[in-house]
């Protein structure tokens, strides 16, 4: 039978983040490390405990939230989110934020009066992912989103097009230095720069794609990379936060379920996400609403 939901109490939660290293250690995971819960402002307005109110832009120069997987989601980019504001994706591509979203993070007001992407962003990290993290001590994580837009339905004249997007977030130094030639000799706003694009990656899709395919195969390309980059795929604890809920309830259907499904809708794209997760110590799937204005989300 289902466990009822309740609140857990201060002292549950401490006492299970405490134990954390020596449960995750009986399970055989690697590299444990508690996450950094004291960069959070649990009881405040604010996001980080550092200060920054809602917006919370000082974590750009936080190097332990950037060097924890979840937290860096949450990282907010004062450039890219102002009007006329534009950065480099990892590909070189110049990305820009939608005046819609700029809107959601700055002119949209939640109940308690700050804006739609603030209150939305810390109850996201708050109430599932940081409890998540606390129970998995994930190892990666990211944000994946698809979506294909044909304008010729508004009367426009482009051509169809489909795409995917990752938001990892801002890397910290540590990851930098191992992965970017030169980066002691950076400046210190080269380097957030190069950080940021690290994070933010994706590509064209073919153009007759649907949304749904298009949102597989973000999760496909993160977990694919994640098995490549890892040295011991085994030991990666994966979170992956998407807003198509269709796409999670098919992956999660063939997954339990097993066999072959090169016969269905999407099968190979299927088939290829579980043997990924197969490979991977644990994957966890959240689903984000997607039109619930998470700010983090906007990235992607």
């Known amino acids: 039978m289902m466990e009822r939901m309740r609140r857990v109490s201060a002292d549950e939660f401490w006492t299970r983040v405490t134990s954390l290293p020596a449960r995750l250690g009986q399970q055989g995971h690697h ?4 996450p950094p819960h004291e960069e959070v402002d649990v009881t405040g307005g604010g996001l980080w405990a550092m200060g920054g ?13 950037r ?16 009007r006329g504001g534009w950065r480099r994706a990892q590909s070189g591509r110049r990305v820009t934020m939608s005046g819609a979203n700029q809107k959601t993070m700055f002119v949209e007001r939640a109940e308690n009066g700050q804006s739609q992407g603030s209150f939305e962003s810390k109850r996201a990290l708050l109430q599932v992912c940081l409890p998540l993290h606390d129970e998995h001590c994930f190892t990666r994580a990211a944000f994946t989103d698809g979506a ?10 482009k051509r169809r097009t489909a795409s995917f997007g990752v938001w990892e977030g801002v890397f910290d130094d540590e990851y930098m230095r191992a992965v970017h030639a030169g980066w002691d000799g950076m400046s210190g706003n080269d380097k957030v720069v190069a950080a940021l694009a690290r994070g933010m990656w994706g590509g064209a899709l073919p ?22 980059e890892s040295t011991d795929p085994g030991s990666e604890r994966v979170l992956v936060i998407s807003d198509c809920k269709s796409a999670l309830q098919s992956i999660q259907r063939v997954w339990e379920e097993g066999g072959m499904f090169r016969h269905v809708d999407r099968g190979g794209m299927l088939e290829a996400i579980c043997e990924i997760r197969r490979l991977l110590g644990t994957v966890v799937f959240v689903w984000c609403p997607g039109h619930h204005s998470r700010g983090w989300a906007k990235y992607c």
């Not at 590299?31 to 508690?34: A, D, I, M, S």
Request: charged share 30%.
């Open 67 to 82: 060097s924890d997987p979840v937290l860096r989601l949450f990282i907010r980019d004062p450039e890219l989110e102002s």
């Open 53 to 65: 109110g809602g917006k919370g832009y000082v974590a750009l120069d936080d190097q332990r939230v």
């Open 31 to 34: 590299n444990v490390g508690l």
């Open 207 to 228: 153009p007759d794609w649907q949304s749904i395919e298009a949102e597989m195969y973000a999760i496909l390309a993160f977990l694919r990379r994640v098995s490549v």
């Open 148 to 157: 294909c837009d044909d304008t010729r339905r508004a009367g426009g004249q």
